[in-house]
């Protein structure tokens, strides 16, 4: 039987993202960037906004253990946007191709409650063809906990058989089967495409 219904996450699926973006502009290409992304402003660091931590909090913490680069670790809330510097290729259009015909179109996303709604409203455009994103900030649940896909597959009012699941973490994506959905590892529109056709979706 065919799905459904489309599941997204946001980040490197349809925008891509990484700290790198913002502080290429901040702090000249060498080693003292390196290293600043390695043991300052790391992904493991930023996983607490996405699991609900307030920004203030966090930055607080991380300028008091490098009091160096306080101005560099304040700069991350205010410029935020500047870490997505743009669309996945060809992701945009395909979520218009399945909006368009009329295909159920949700998203589930480790993402900060404080950076998600400016970054949302900034790209209406795209995140009006869904019918509901669930936020891990403002749910304080992250993927790949099994907890968040249950709770989004009982908002979203659909069943996890009829749900196909697209994410690039491939533990996120086992978090999704775990509660029975059909999910893929995502690593690019021309490998995606012709999955979601094969389970009988106008991709």
């Known amino acids: 039987m065919p799905v459904s219904s489309v599941i997204f996450d946001i980040g490197r699926v349809l925008y891509d ?59 991350w809330g205010p410029r935020f946007g500047d870490s997505i510097p743009g669309p996945i290729s060809g992701m945009h259009d395909l979520v218009a191709r399945l909006d368009h015909a009329g295909v159920p179109l949700f998203a589930i996303t480790n993402f900060s409650h404080e950076f998600f709604p400016p970054f949302r409203a900034k790209e209406a455009a795209l995140f009006g063809r869904f019918r509901d994103i669930v936020v891990s900030g403002e749910e304080k649940l992250v993927k790949p906990d099994a907890a968040i896909y249950r709770l989004a597959l009982d908002r979203f009012r659909i069943d996890a058989g009829d749900a196909i699941f697209i994410d690039d973490n491939a533990d996120n994506v086992a978090g999704a089967q775990s509660v029975g959905m059909t999910a893929f590892l995502f690593t690019g529109v021309d490998d995606l495409l012709p999955r979601l056709r094969a389970l009988g979706l106008p991709a």
């Open 17 to 75: 993202w990484d700290p790198r973006f913002l502080y290429e502009r901040l702090i000249p290409r060498g080693e003292a960037l390196e290293s600043f992304l390695r043991h300052v402003v790391t992904h493991d660091w930023h996983f607490q906004h996405d699991a609900g931590r307030d920004f203030a909090d966090t930055s607080a913490e991380l300028a008091a253990l490098h009091p160096q680069h306080a101005d560099l670790i304040a700069a």
